[in-house]
């Protein structure tokens, strides 16, 4: 059975009915129990506006363009079985490459980018969601091979989407997103391989970055003992108000190790760079230490050797959050919603209008954004 529901109210609010009571017998189940939440009234849309990607003699370019529903639906993941009219999407480091062609991350065009949305349920071919229910969408491949949420509706299958936790408002939900998503993912998982805070020192890289703010905030409110690790000297002061107590310069961890062991410093890491940063860190784990790597912009090549494995028992954990199963996404989320804290969330987080993705896109892939950026698509 689906968690729990939120529900929005309609464009026209009318009063809602108390559900039938369910016949007792064979094939019957127990509705789903919803809850309520106040997202604001939604005025019927005349014309869905989106960031479309093309490609042609001029390159690939975003631009803010209407888009008609039978492109939305074309552009849609086969078997899609819900629309939702979106209310925020986010901008992730690869929602920056989606929309300037990079990395082959978008195979067609006329494209539209944003692998992150949540949204309000306006039509549904599946009993596990209604008109009115709130839903968050991430990862599957939504923004990269199918049409995603930097636009005003989106089409999507019922089964990827998850209901948004109770205590989590639409607008925190995306400054959460798949970054803050790929953040508990990680720290689920050296949670499941013995860290607790006495373990010792636990480096975040890419610290200031999305996937580092939300690690960071996390960490520190669960009771570690964080060392940021970035090359920006003005978010020192930004990092330790989200609870870093240390601060790294991550040149230190850019030279390639000179030995396969190095003297043991963290207990754990939660890494989004990879390449020589990852190798520095392997060599520096304690006995039993486990580090949860997330990403490669420091590069897909890892130069390390097996000693740190076969002597001091350390263990590389692959964190994936594109396709992640429903179930552990949902565990994932309650997670936030309980552990997170909103005040420092609210305060890593940006919000822009649609209008502006592109720009904030150009910034993402220079590294020059700091903690979270929200796209409101109805400003």
């Known amino acids: 059975?689906?968690?729990?529901?939120?529900?929005?109210?309609?464009?026209?609010?009318?009063?809602?009915a108390k559900p039938a009571a369910k016949k007792k017998g064979?094939?019957?189940?127990?509705?789903?129990?919803?809850?309520?939440?106040?997202?604001?009234?939604?005025?019927p849309l005349a014309r869905c506006s989106a960031i479309v990607v093309t490609s042609g003699d001029g390159g690939v370019v975003p631009r803010l363009s209407e888009v008609q529903d039978e492109a939305l639906r074309a552009g849609a993941p086969p078997e899609s079985d819900v629309t939702l009219r979106v209310l925020?999407?986010?901008?992730?480091?690869?929602?920056?490459?989606?929309?300037?062609?990079r990395a082959g991350v978008v195979k067609r065009y006329p494209h539209v980018p944003g692998v992150d949305l949540v949204g309000v349920v306006e039509e549904s071919q599946v009993k596990s969601w209604r008109p009115g229910d709130l839903a968050i969408m991430g990862g599957f491949r939504m923004g990269e091979l199918f049409w995603g949420g930097f636009a005003q509706r989106a089409r999507a299958r019922g089964d990827w989407l998850v209901p948004l936790p109770e205590g989590l408002t639409p607008?925190?939900?995306?400054?959460?997103?798949?970054a803050g998503l790929t953040s508990m993912l990680a720290v689920i998982a050296l949670e499941e391989h013995g860290l607790v805070p006495a373990?010792?020192?636990?480096?975040?890289?890419?610290?200031?970055?999305?996937?580092?703010?939300?690690?960071?905030?996390?960490l520190a409110a669960l009771g570690f003992r964080v060392a940021a690790a970035t090359g920006r000297r003005e978010t020192h002061?930004?990092?330790?108000?989200?609870?870093?107590?240390?601060?790294?310069?991550?040149?230190?961890?850019?030279?390639?190790?000179d030995k396969p062991l190095l003297p043991a410093r963290f207990a754990g890491a939660i890494d989004t760079v990879g390449g020589t940063t990852l190798a520095n860190?392997?060599?520096?784990?304690?006995?039993?230490?486990?580090?949860?790597?997330?990403?490669?912009?420091?590069?897909?090549d890892l130069a390390t050797t097996v000693i740190p494995f076969l002597l001091r028992g350390i263990n590389l954990l692959g964190i994936e959050a594109t396709n992640c199963p429903v179930p552990k996404r949902e565990a994932a989320w309650?997670?936030?919603?309980?552990?997170?804290?909103?005040?420092?969330?609210?305060?890593m987080t940006t919000v822009v209008p649609l209008a502006q993705v592109p720009e904030v896109g150009r910034r993402i892939l220079e590294g020059k954004v700091q903690g979270r950026v929200v796209v409101d698509v109805n400003a």
């Open 281 to 300: 860190i392997l060599a520096s784990l304690n006995y039993g230490g486990s580090v949860a790597a997330t990403g490669l912009v420091g590069g897909r």
């Open 1 to 16: 059975m689906k968690g729990s529901r939120k529900r929005a109210k309609a464009a026209k609010p009318v009063k809602a």
């Open 237 to 257: 002061g930004y990092l330790k108000h989200l609870g870093a107590r240390v601060i790294l310069d991550r040149a230190m961890l850019a030279v390639p190790p």
């Open 199 to 218: 373990s010792g020192d636990i480096v975040v890289t890419g610290a200031a970055g999305g996937v580092g703010s939300v690690a960071v905030a996390l």
């Open 334 to 347: 309650r997670r936030l919603a309980r552990d997170l804290p909103m005040n420092l969330l609210d305060e």
């Open 26 to 43: 064979k094939g019957a189940a127990p509705a789903p129990a919803r809850g309520r939440n106040k997202a604001p009234d939604l005025p």
């Open 88 to 101: 925020y999407s986010t901008v992730n480091f690869k929602d920056g490459l989606a929309l300037f062609g």
């Open 171 to 178: 607008l925190r939900a995306m400054a959460i997103g798949t």
